[in-house]
């Protein structure tokens, strides 16, 4: 990740106890903050799906637009490169919306006994040519035997960001090593990158919704995913050194 962050201004709730004089019920401020997010998930996927709607409309009037120019000037680079960008940024929205309904919308679970090194080979086996193309080495480092009990998607969602957020903040010829190892009672995976590194005043914000200290980040990735490990009973630790790089570790208890 880059050292200049960015935040999206949000209205903080009131530090004092709130009551409602018609019952007496007192709510503190973390109790305060579920509801509202339970209400904002009640209406996310509506919200969503009507803000996707519009998106869908304008590539396909853009993919018609472009077959009808291909038929007559569109030899012009400068013109084909405005249709690559305008596809670009539809899609970048499309993926923001599609991650903040992850996040907010109430998920079904389908949890069973998975062994965490297979959900690491196959993020790894996913991402490798995204390495790849950046110079960027993947090194896999398993204790085999270790099982959770879990739903193998959200995992595999949590693993996905964590290691495309280590291939992001690696430089050229990086070296990332995702690894498993057991714990006492908890299973856990680490992917730890030789990158850029986290300024220490941002480590606490990193999972904080809408913070992020990447240029193109959205600030959704890395809330999305500890909420999910929180489901799990699990929880998500970072370690990180400027100009040396970061360790994100995902514990879930052992099955």
């Not at 990740?1 to 999206?8: I, L, P, R, S, Y």
């Not at 503190?28 to 209406?43: H, W």
């Not at 080979?121 to 204790?143: F, G, H, P, Q």
Request: charged share 20%; glycine share 6%; aromatic share 4%.
């Amino acid at each position: 990740m880059g050292n200049t962050a960015k935040e999206v201004p949000v209205v903080k709730p009131p530090n004092k106890l709130l009551s409602s004089s018609e019952s007496n019920v007192v709510f503190t401020k973390e109790e305060l903050r579920e509801s509202v997010l339970a209400t904002l998930g009640v209406n996310a996927a509506a919200i969503i799906h009507e803000a996707k709607q519009p998106l869908q409309s304008i590539r396909a009037h853009l993919q018609l637009l472009e077959r009808q120019l291909s038929k007559s000037n569109f030899d012009s680079l400068q013109q084909q490169q405005r249709f690559a960008l305008l596809y670009d940024e539809i899609g970048r929205i499309n993926s923001l919306l599609s991650q903040f309904m992850l996040m907010a919308a109430e998920r079904k679970e389908h949890r069973q006994r998975i062994e965490l090194s297979q959900i690491g080979t196959d993020m790894s086996m996913l991402l490798r040519s995204v390495a790849i193309l950046r110079n960027v080495e993947i090194v896999e480092n398993y204790k085999q035997g270790v099982y959770c009990l879990c739903d193998g998607q959200q995992i595999r969602q949590i693993v996905l960001n964590l290691l495309s957020n280590a291939i992001d903040a690696s430089n050229e010829n990086g070296r990332i090593i995702i690894s498993v190892n057991q714990t006492d009672n908890w299973a856990e995976l680490s992917v730890q990158d030789n990158g850029c590194g986290i300024a220490p005043e941002n480590i606490e914000k990193l999972f904080k919704p809408f913070f992020t200290t990447k240029e193109n980040g959205n600030g959704i990735g890395l809330p999305m995913s500890l909420q999910i490990a929180k489901e799990h009973g699990g929880d998500i630790k970072i370690s990180s050194k400027l100009g040396q790089g970061s360790i994100f570790k995902l514990l879930l208890p052992l099955d």
